[in-house]
């Protein structure tokens, strides 16, 4: 019933910049936190950034100063700018958000399909 599109994924060269985008549709839900996990190969899923409804953002410290995670309530988005990467960050980034349905007590979280993200010269 909730779908995150994932978009912005892409081969970019060292010192290069990309900002992701990941949309959440559907109807009858609200959002509480939203965020970027990444994976990459051998390594195991970890944050990198999320961001509350009301609350502050968070980082890993990997990006910390590098990646600005924002988000647009009305749009339901949430964007993840990456500045200055490196090679290590090369990854599948995966949208990350936890959704309460209309009438229910409980929140549940959804994640995106994942868009790869190579930095290589």
């Known amino acids: 019933q909730v779908q995150l599109v994932e978009s912005g994924g892409g081969l970019v060269q060292p010192g290069g910049s990309l900002r992701l985008s990941c949309v959440a549709s559907?109807?009858?839900?609200?959002?509480?936190?939203m965020g970027w996990y990444r994976q990459a190969p051998g390594k195991e899923r970890e944050l990198v950034a999320s961001i509350p409804s009301g609350g502050s953002t968070n980082y890993a410290g990997s990006v910390k100063g590098r990646f600005t995670i924002s988000r647009d309530n009305a749009k339901n988005t949430v964007y993840l700018q990456m500045n200055s990467l490196k090679p290590e960050d090369t990854a599948v980034y995966y949208c990350?958000?936890?959704?309460?349905?209309?009438?229910?007590?409980?929140?549940?979280?959804?994640w995106g399909q994942g868009t790869q993200v190579t930095v290589s010269s």
């Open positions: 559907g109807s009858g839900f609200s959002i509480n936190a």
């Open positions: 990350n958000a936890d959704v309460r349905f209309s009438g229910t007590l409980y929140w549940h979280e959804y």
